[in-house]
């Protein structure tokens, strides 16, 4: 790799970071806005009682199972198109969430944030999908 696409990559990866972490956030609002008022009671009536005893009203990123986030999560192979692959099913598995949450959701303000976050996961699915093909055309 010559040190321009070294550099073009490096900043590559550093917006998609930069943009899924603002995703975290935007869902870490979300919850934070719609428990802030709620006490223990409230959140054991909801069947997340030891989740408030953890975290209050923290979030603290977990599953809809309660299983924490772990970096094994994570795949990397160190070879673009297998990690082209991966970005693509994440993204795809992303929307999927969202699309789970709005059939759940009656909130409008809430729903308006997922369809955004959703749309961004769509137009990531699809710039990876691009940078795949044009990275299949130079391996030819």
Known sequence: ?????????????????????????????????LTTGEGARS??????????????NAVYPASA????FTAAYIQSKGDPLADLAEDMAAEQKARATYDNILRMSDDPDVNCAIRFLREREVVHFQRFGEMRNLLQEKIK
């Open 1 to 33: 790799m010559t040190e321009s696409a070294g550099i073009k990559r490096n900043i590559f990866d550093t917006y998609i970071g930069t943009e899924e972490l603002s995703h975290l956030e935007m869902i870490g609002s979300i919850v934070s806005q």
């Open 43 to 56: 959140f054991d009536r909801y069947g997340v009682g030891d989740y408030y005893i953890d975290h209050a």
């Open 65 to 68: 199972a309660g299983v924490p």
